[in-house]
């Protein structure tokens, strides 16, 4: 991580530091996002993981500047081909929204338009960001439900969006992100809302894309299934805060947090038949009363004295891998001999 | 779609029926009759108002089945002149005249007569359907446009002053009875102030002629301004007095829309695509929230009605409202009946107009 204020190096597309998202709503301060830190290289794939509430939507909806009151940004960088957008002005926010960074969100049953046809809907960004003519617009919406996969798309592009099912939308809503060749794309829970069978191909879709278009994406989902078919790298979440991030397979393989360990052994399909299936105690932590230290000490198998009272910093392990727990600074405690004890971390699904 | 307003027109007859019955029935329960006038004057005797009443093919103390048989007479089914439900051919009396039916009842076009005038209904109705028009559709445009102006800025600037402003003045406007806000506007800004004239459409002394005749059509289309203005400074008050309680309800209404609208996901997408502000509110989350409120202001319609006839008293506008009005203390049964039948068909009609704005605004509803 560069100093503050200073750009980051140019194969660099994003680099989030220290970012601070608040919701100020009538019982107090909710720190949705806590100072989170990761960057992501161009044509990379990150993955950010973690359950509901963790704030990993709210990061995403930061890095667009969406956060509406009675959210802020309170503090941090977010920077984006040399530029930090916390210091842009809405008008040039405008012009990255869209056209350089795009969205895919989570319900494609909601977040298209109901009265304006999907061709209009994917023409419109077209037009705004590439001033191209009518005509040249809606010809590109046609190609990009082509690109898609969408059958017989001259007809299709026509459609309004209660005439498409669930899946078909959900390719609309990428069309959309990528009607203007993207160089990094969100994906908020891109596939949560589909049926397993139209989750697979929306995948294999925007795997297909991503790696066609080379824009860099951000996937942001709970499921850690999706995680490992789709990116390279992965960011855990909890409580607003990074706690662990790495390369998918090493972080998978060999979880270095107790809180990833937790949620690696909490799939059903790792678990035999009959056995009972293992589950984080306790419940994620009211945002109004955050633990003093470690904010997973409460729930974690393997708290001890330090973390109670004091926070872990985001510590580089080597190997491009870093950890926010005590367990690192502490060798005799080291998490693995624990692991090795207890539950057994196998390979990722 | 052209089969739906078939169909729905068909529908419409029953209701419209419906209400003439119920009206009829209800008009006749009320105490006193159009014989009443004669109650005081001595050198009428009970002979002479029953040959009166003969007249309009009305009786005295009517009981139920000598109502339903008035009614039968304004409908047009029975003949009071002795036929019975024959007509003076000897044939049903409902049948169109050339069939040898009847000519009297609406459903041989015969609105009648009003009892208190003697003039024919249909012509005391379009006698006063312009002034009424002018009140309604002025009424009407700026109700429609300062409530959505009025609610999209409140949803928009939602908690702000503003907004804080525009929800206290719509629940005090809301509250307020038609009859008692006219009659402040007119203490206030007509006898206190002297701004705004508080009587009728026209200034007698300076209007070339009386509104509504030939001559003052002609000198209107001749040189419109004069007289424009003087209708328009008439109107301030009692357009001021109709719609007020309205477009504080709606304004409401258009609030609630608009941030329904505003929260759904479609808005973000829109926001998440770089779309200014401007276009976000007004092309996806205003053109959305149009739903509901299409609809809603067309069935409003029928509000209007209503409050003109409290309005049109209040200010002595010489609309179908005081004409309402005025029937009303004569028991004018006949003029009454026209002008509710006239007012149920442009309600139903309304309610129709709503339906067909539906299916243009919203692509997800068909008709067929």
């Known amino acids: 991580m560069s100093e503050p204020g200073v750009p980051p190096p140019e194969d660099v597309l994003l680099e989030v530091r220290g970012l601070r998202t608040e919701f100020r709503v009538l019982d107090g301060i909710v720190p949705a996002v806590d100072g989170v830190d990761f960057s992501l290289r161009r044509g990379e794939t990150l993955g950010l993981v973690g359950e509901s509430g963790s704030g990993k939507s709210v990061t995403s909806l930061s890095i667009m500047r969406l956060i509406e009151r009675p959210g802020a940004i309170v503090g941090g960088e977010i920077w984006f081909e040399g530029r930090d957008l916390l210091k842009l002005s809405e008008g040039d926010m405008e012009d990255i929204r869209g056209n350089e960074i795009t969205m895919i969100f989570q319900e494609p049953m909601t977040s298209l338009n109901p009265v304006f046809t999907v061709g209009e809907q994917i023409a419109e960004s077209v037009r705004l960001h590439r001033h191209a003519s009518k005509k040249d617009a809606w010809d590109r919406a046609i190609e990009m439900l082509k690109l898609v996969g969408i059958p017989s798309p001259e007809r299709r592009v026509k459609q309004y969006p209660h005439e498409m099912s669930g899946g078909m939308r959900q390719r609309v809503v990428i069309a959309m992100a990528l009607a203007c060749d993207p160089k990094l794309i969100i994906a908020d829970e891109p596939t949560t809302a589909l049926d397993v069978t139209i989750q697979a191909q929306i995948l294999e879709l925007m795997k297909r894309i991503q790696a066609e278009s080379g824009a860099a994406m951000l996937l942001i989902t709970h499921d850690l299934a999706v995680v490992a078919e789709t990116v390279q790298r992965i960011a855990v979440m909890y409580a607003g805060k990074i706690v662990e991030s790495g390369a998918v397979e090493e972080t998978l393989l060999h979880p270095q947090h107790p809180y990833t360990e937790g949620l690696l052994t909490s799939i059903p399909s790792r678990v035999a038949r009959g056995q009972r299936l293992n589950v984080i105690k306790g419940t994620v932590p009211n945002p109004f009363r955050l633990p003093k230290g470690c904010k997973f000490e409460p729930r974690c198998p393997y708290s001890f004295e330090p973390c109670k009272d004091n926070d872990p910093p985001l510590e580089s392990i080597g190997n491009d891998r870093k950890v926010r727990c005590w367990l690192h600074g502490l060798p005799e405690h080291a998490l693995p001999v624990t692991v090795a004890a207890g539950t057994t971390p196998g390979g990722a699904s | ?368």
């Open chain 2, 1 to 368: 779609m052209t089969k739906f307003i078939i169909r729905r027109v068909i529908q419409a007859l029953p209701v419209i029926w419906l209400i003439t019955v119920v009206s009829f029935l209800l008009m006749q329960q009320a105490p006193g009759g159009p014989q009443a006038v004669f109650n005081q004057n001595p050198h009428i005797t009970p002979e002479q108002v029953d040959a009166w009443l003969q007249r309009w093919c009305l009786v005295r103390n009517a009981d139920i089945l000598q109502t339903i048989q008035e009614y039968l007479g304004w409908l047009g089914v029975y003949n009071c002149t002795g036929g019975g439900f024959l007509s003076s051919q000897g044939l049903p009396n409902f049948l169109p005249a050339f069939l040898g039916g009847g000519t009297n009842g609406v459903i041989h076009g015969d609105f009648g007569f009003s009892i208190s005038s003697g003039q024919p209904v249909l012509s005391l109705i379009a006698q006063r359907l312009p002034a009424t028009a002018i009140l309604m559709g002025t009424a009407w445009i700026l109700w429609v446009v300062i409530a959505t102006l009025a609610g999209v800025l409140a949803a928009v600037k939602r908690y702000s002053l503003i907004d804080q402003v525009i929800t206290i003045l719509s629940y005090v406007f809301y509250s307020l009875p038609t009859f008692w806000l006219g009659l402040i506007l007119i203490f206030i800004f007509g006898v206190e102030l002297r701004l705004f004239p508080a009587q009728g459409i026209i200034n007698v002394r300076t209007s070339p002629a009386p509104f509504g005749t030939d001559a003052y059509w002609h000198a209107l289309f001749a040189n419109p301004w004069p007289q424009l203005v003087d209708i328009g400074q008439h109107l301030v008050l009692p357009v001021t007095t109709l719609i007020a309680v309205s477009v504080a309800g709606d304004s409401r209404f258009v609030r609630s829309a608009m941030l329904e609208s505003l929260s759904q996901d479609y808005v973000r997408t829109a926001r998440a695509k770089g779309l200014p502000g401007r276009t976000v509110i007004f092309r996806h989350a205003f053109r959305n929230a149009l739903l509901p409120i299409v609809t809603n202001i067309a069935l409003e319609i029928a509000f209007l009605f209503g409050g003109a006839i409290a309005t049109e008293t209040v200010f002595s506008y010489p609309g179908m409202g005081l004409l309402f009005y005025d029937g009303v203390n004569e028991r004018d049964y006949f003029l009454l009946m026209g002008i509710l039948l006239i007012a149920s068909l442009f309600i139903v009609f309304m309610n129709l107009v709503a339906d067909v704005l539906y299916v243009m605004v919203d692509p997800r509803i068909k008709y067929d």
